[in-house]
């Protein structure tokens, strides 16, 4: 596809333009197949991840239905992100999406096996490799980015999310847990998009306090969740099963968060993330998502 067809794909705003990257899209070159337990539901769980056709994005598939990576689809749900339509749910679906977009894997299938997704291993992404995408057609498209033209941010009580214009992605993200001393707060900064991802971020665990452990699985949540696959932190004791892979390990696993969030912006094998500087301040899954929703109303997709 010619340069000057797929930006006119894409409907510009005094705020978001849609520009190239310089590169083509890109997909697995093979298929990745993994299975674990699910963090939420606690079920076993296989996901097998599919290469897919230029300009059609990264989509799930559940029992043959459909549900793009989207902001569209975004239902509001408690400690996670879940994608909806015609009555299915898919939930914990940020950290694949993370590794996904982290990675450059612009367009593929998500073939699921219950209703949570599954984590993913930044390593097998690198076993199978990237290649090319093409469109059904056969031909090359470019990736696009979204960049910046002015400051945008949204806000929630003492929580925030700013986004100031760049040539570069960079995160900066600060949590903040005064009851809990030993995560207290921290800050972690990083241009997320690149190599670093896989040594600084990617490895980041999925973190609770103890005593909230309780009353989240009165919810029916985090029946997966183990002293395995994630660290607990009691507000007392401190941490119950150290060490930790960084000092800062929440915090970057809340970047991981972020990165996984913001690809919903992403449409038609586009990059999600903008191009900018990312400022977060106690952030979460509904602060991240009405971020993506209002620079989403901004621009709109040509039909």
């Known amino acids: 596809m010619r340069l000057s ?13 849609w520009k190239t990257t310089g590169k083509l899209q890109q997909t697995l070159a093979g298929c990745i197949e993994l299975s674990g337990k699910t963090l939420h539901s606690g079920k076993v769980s296989k996901v097998k991840i599919w290469p897919g ?3 059609e994005g990264r989509y799930f598939e559940f029992h043959s239905n459909l549900i793009p990576a989207s902001i569209d689809f975004v239902r509001e749900s408690l400690l996670c992100t879940t994608l909806c339509k015609d009555g299915y749910k898919i939930r914990t679906v940020e950290h ?18 219950s209703l949570d997704s599954e984590d993913t291993e930044v390593e097998a992404i690198e076993q199978v490799g990237r290649k090319e995408a093409l469109d059904r057609c056969g031909n090359n498209v470019e990736k696009l980015a979204p960049h910046l033209s002015e400051p945008f941010y949204v806000s929630r009580n ?29 800050w972690f900064s990083s241009a997320a998009l690149d190599d670093s991802y896989e040594k600084h971020i990617a490895c980041s665990r999925t973190f609770c306090i103890y005593e909230e452990v309780e009353h989240m ?5 985090i029946k997966g969740g183990s002293l395995d696959n994630a660290i607990v932190c009691s507000a007392t004791k401190g ?19 972020l990165i996984g969030d913001l690809s919903l912006f992403a449409r038609s094998g586009s990059q999600g993330f903008p191009m900018a ?27």
Do not use: Y
């Open 239 to 257: 941490w119950l099963n150290p060490p930790l892979r960084f000092p800062d390990e929440p915090c970057r696993h809340k970047v991981l968060d």
């Open 5 to 17: 067809a797929a930006i006119n794909s894409f409907k510009s705003s005094n705020l978001i333009s």
């Open 96 to 113: 694949l999406l993370s590794a996904l977009e982290a990675k450059g894997i612009d367009n593929c299938r998500i073939q699921i096996q």
């Open 53 to 55: 056709f230029a300009g």
């Open 158 to 186: 003492d929580s925030f999310m700013v986004a100031f214009p760049a040539s570069k992605v960079h995160i900066s993200c600060g949590i903040d847990f005064p009851k809990v001393p030993a995560i207290g707060c921290q």
């Open 277 to 303: 500087r990312v400022i977060s301040f106690k952030g979460g899954h509904s602060l991240n998502a009405d971020f993506v929703r209002r620079l989403s109303g901004i621009t709109v997709q040509e039909t």
């Open 217 to 221: 699985c009165s919810m029916g949540l």
